[in-house]
């Protein structure tokens, strides 16, 4: 069977997989600690729900504007002046069936074949793939805990051709939990700027940030960025809604009318109660977040400090996500091979590092119980003590 060929080195998704593998495991009965989890362990909140169910009995199960209600788009709008500091009007704002989906529409409108768009690596394992769907080609720029997992504007420089399209910032970072400063973020902007090329600015972990680490939104940094950039955001981790399905974008004019028709052609529109439910928790209070932010704290603490004791292991502490990168370089295997063996000899689901562009490292997710974590770290502690 002949597919097109633009669709042949398309991956499956490598958290995905594992998560996917453990969830089969624990199902046919075996005790095995997951730390794969893409997704808070929480509740969506009471309240979010009641707001569907109502939407629901109010017959709102129609389509939609495709980009999205008025009412959402202005509470998106709201949220991002709010939050952000950022002002954009309606027809800068497209909601979609999730973050993802508003990541995929932007490769789509901005890139064709021949063009690059600049990946900093470590890089969430769905970039690369969105890029090379649009036939452009992803050009990785290797960070390193030494620069904090984080682009800096030297490598950002020397990785720009004449092809280059766009640079993806991802802060706070999945996998590595890497959080931009402000100055940093400037640095990037003004490069863009010069350069004249998009930012894609990929927000999603905003609101899950530790310490004293701050959220920046480049587009509100400089105004000709703002020009550039697409500001991506969602409702799956700050309000624990990851299977609503609904995130957005906010960017230029021209090339969001582009995504709209895009839009207009592929999804019809997001789901419409989900779509009522999110105007519900954007402009409702920040409590349940909160709350959800101090328990990875914790976690995030525990798991750091545990980690950093371990026979040939460590950890780069992140500061926002909820995420742990461990460096396993010291162990001596690869990290499909520590990843398949520390679940088929001691039951605990890592994620691979190789899927997010680091063979060194794999990736743990706390968002799992605290009873959950304890348990897989005890195991995972006495299997390297052995190895
Ligand atoms: C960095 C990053 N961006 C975007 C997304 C997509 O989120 P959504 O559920 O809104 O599609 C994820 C989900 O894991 C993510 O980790």
């Not at 609503?244 to 839009?263: C, M």
Request: proline share 5%; charged share 25%.
């Amino acid at each position: 069977m002949k597919l097109a060929g633009r669709v042949k080195s398309l991956s499956s998704s490598p958290t995905l997989q594992i998560t996917n593998k453990a969830k089969q495991l624990k199902k046919s009965g075996v005790d095995v600690v997951s730390f794969g989890a893409g997704e808070p362990d929480f509740d969506t909140p009471q309240y979010i729900k009641d707001a569907a169910v109502c939407a629901l009995q109010q017959g709102m199960t129609k389509y939609t504007p495709s980009t999205g209600t008025a009412a959402l788009k202005e509470a998106i709008i709201g949220k991002l002046e709010r939050d952000n500091l950022l002002h954009y009007r309606p027809e800068q704002i497209v909601v979609s069936c999730g973050a993802k989906h508003a990541l995929y529409s932007i490769f789509q409108v901005l890139c064709e074949r021949g063009d690059e768009v600049i990946i900093p690596a470590p890089y969430w394992v769905s970039y690369p793939e969105m890029v090379k769907v649009a036939e452009a080609t992803p050009v990785f720029v290797g960070t390193g805990e030494k620069d904090g997992f984080k682009i800096t504007p030297k490598k950002l420089q020397a990785a720009l051709t004449k092809k280059t399209k766009a640079v993806i910032i991802n802060s706070p970072s999945n996998p590595t939990g890497a959080v931009y400063t402000k100055e940093e973020l400037l640095e990037i902007a003004r490069i863009a700027a010069k350069e004249d090329i998009f930012v894609i600015s990929d927000e999603i972990y905003e609101k899950l940030i530790y310490g004293d680490a701050r959220h920046y939104s480049i587009a509100g940094l400089d105004k000709e960025v703002y020009k550039r950039t697409f500001t991506v955001n969602g409702l799956s981790k700050a309000y624990s809604m990851t299977g609503w399905r609904i995130g957005y974008l906010a960017g230029p004019k021209e090339p969001v009318e582009k995504i709209s028709n895009l839009q207009d052609h592929s999804t019809s529109c997001p789901n419409s109660i989900a779509q009522a439910a999110a105007v519900t928790a954007l402009e409702g209070p920040d409590d349940f977040v909160n709350k959800m932010r101090d328990e990875f704290l914790k976690r995030r603490d525990y798991l750091v400090e545990r980690i950093s004791n371990m026979k040939n292991m460590s950890v780069f502490c992140p500061q926002g996500a909820f995420y742990a990168f461990s460096n396993i370089s010291r162990v001596g295997l690869d990290s499909v091979t520590f990843a398949a063996r520390l679940l088929d000899e001691a039951r605990v689901a890592v994620v691979p590092g190789v899927g997010f562009g680091d063979d060194k490292y794999i990736r743990l997710s706390f968002a799992t119980s605290m009873e959950q974590i304890t348990k897989g770290l005890d195991r995972i502690e006495e299997w390297v003590r052995k190895l």
